[in-house]
């Protein structure tokens, strides 16, 4: 609560501007484009450089020559009105010969069109509902029924399960559709959902769905009908890899016990994971930086997308020039005036904007670049430093907290692969000889030892402990678990393997 509050005063501190180019900030490459569009949409004074002479202006004589007819002068009083408008200075954007609003490009030579096609290409697919709706059409139902089917297929989550209680689907189907059925009605049509790909959908928990896809499996197959048994009749034991009592139970040789795991492990927990998502952001990552290692030179470039070819509109400056050769100022000419200056002006400043994101992105993984930099001429986890926020902070003269947010939401592309920037970042610990090493080198060598273990007998948390201590690295036993858990490594029991 207390941080909350320190992050709210330090807001209201910020000015309108300086809260936005917090916000741009914090915005990756695969989602900049769209906040450009919107500034681009809301701005008409803001354009692409490349398409600066395919833009449609109007004629600035029509905006401020007066009418030749004399019509609509009334409208604007020729005195006192137009007093709040006397003082406009436009002399700075309207000055023969200067090309400083026109040229206020962002884009520069520091910033090569590494990306000459920006065609981005557009993914085709089928959702995962839109697959089960479409296997619908093929079920010979009457209106009412087929109406029933949708709304259980709309109530499946993504990943494949029925979590929605039946009585429920009842409630919603007479409420918002007015259809009256029963509880009976609706497990029926369940049963024939059930049927559609892909295997164990539409289950209400992780056995039924498991059970449902061995059911397709040829039932002449002893291992089929072992894992059948042993998901039945022992699921939980199997959940817990109490495989001595499951083999007793049901009287199983080694073998037989081996080929019926073997079944179980190949099937899949989550049905409707196989389907790809419509959540861009979510299915791929965009590098925002690029790193090559050039002959023992590393060369760090930002992706191109973060410097688009942004400018001022220059038919909002041929219209200032227009109105400042004008004799005849009168209100409506000075309104324009003022608001094409106010739209200039958030043009610029979103420009700097972009600028200033271009220049704390660079200036952020240079120094991540140095201070990492065995790891990325080698790709050694056990290369990395000890490295904080502060560390980096106090290398680029940048706040924390900018830092962290760049740390957060940007990701960089080397030879080994694709990181995000917060994976460099790790606290400390000491060895017997007191040097200091990265918290990710004790993972890395911890996931090493777990992936050559015998998955006969896995190594305890307290043998990894002792193995480690050998190694030189002062760790507790606690500490061991805290890092297994961190990389997604269950206990000992569950990693055991016949």
């Not at 609003?101 to 981005?120: F, G, M």
């Not at 296997?135 to 929605?164: F, H, P, T, V």
């Not at 957060?408 to 694709?418: A, L």
Request: glycine share 6%; hydrophobic share 30%.
């Amino acid at each position: 609560m207390l941080k909350q509050t320190q992050q709210q005063k330090l807001l209201q501190k910020l000015s309108p501007q300086q809260i936005q180019l917090m916000k741009l900030l914090q915005v990756p490459t695969a989602v900049l484009e769209e906040r450009i569009k919107e500034e681009l949409e809301e701005n008409p004074a803001l354009e692409y450089g490349e398409e600066a002479h395919e833009e449609e202006f109007k004629d600035p004589q029509d905006e401020f020559s007066g009418n030749e007819d004399g019509e609509g002068e009334d409208e604007f009083e020729p005195d006192g009105s137009e007093n709040e408008y006397d003082n406009i200075d436009i002399s700075e954007y309207v000055s023969e010969g200067d090309d400083d609003i026109a040229d206020y490009k962002l884009r520069d030579d520091n910033y090569p069109d590494q990306d000459e096609n920006k065609t981005i290409p557009v993914r085709v697919e089928t959702s995962f509902h839109e697959h089960l709706l479409e296997q619908l059409g093929m079920l010979e139902l009457d209106e009412r029924k087929n109406a029933i089917a949708e709304q259980i297929i709309g109530s499946i989550d993504d990943d494949g399960y029925l979590r929605r209680e039946v009585s429920a689907i009842v409630d919603d189907l007479s409420f918002s559709q007015n259809v009256s059925t029963d509880e009976e009605e609706i497990r029926d049509l369940i049963k024939k959902i059930q049927d559609f790909d892909p295997p164990g959908i539409c289950a209400t928990d992780l056995k039924e769905c498991l059970l449902l896809q061995l059911k397709r499996k040829p039932q002449d197959d002893e291992g089929v009908v072992g894992a059948y048994q042993i998901l039945e009749n022992y699921f939980d034991e199997f959940t817990k890899k109490h495989y001595e009592k499951i083999q007793k139970g049901l009287n199983m040789s080694d073998e037989g016990l081996k080929e019926a795991i073997g079944q179980i492990i190949r099937l899949t927990p989550k049905p409707g994971g196989n389907f790809a998502t419509l959540n861009k952001a979510e299915s791929y990552v965009v590098p925002d930086f690029f790193i090559m290692n050039n002959n023992g030179k590393l060369e760090l470039t930002l992706n191109s997308k973060n410097a688009p070819d942004l400018r001022i509109s220059e038919g909002y400056r041929d219209m200032l020039k227009e109105y400042d050769r004008g004799d005849k100022k009168d209100k409506r000419q000075k309104e324009a005036v003022l608001f094409i200056k106010q739209k200039i002006d958030a043009a610029k400043w979103f420009i700097d904007a972009i600028k200033q994101r271009q220049h704390t992105l660079l200036s952020t993984m240079e120094s991540i670049m140095g201070y990492q930099r065995e790891f990325f001429l080698t790709g050694d986890e056990t290369t990395m430093r000890p490295m904080i926020l502060k560390d980096i902070a106090d290398i680029t003269q940048l706040d924390i907290s900018t830092v962290s947010r760049v740390a957060n939401s940007k990701y960089v592309q080397t030879e080994f692969g694709t990181f995000k920037l917060k994976f460099f970042f790790s606290e400390s610990l000491s060895t017997d000889s007191g040097e200091e090493v990265s918290t990710r080198e004790v993972k890395k060598i911890l996931s090493d030892l777990i992936e050559g273990e015998n998955k006969r007998k896995p190594l305890s948390d307290e043998n990894l402990t002792k193995m480690l201590q050998d190694k030189g690295y002062n760790i507790a036993r606690r500490t061991v678990a805290k890092y297994r858990e961190q990389l997604n490594i269950p206990v000992a029991r569950l990693r055991k393997e016949l």
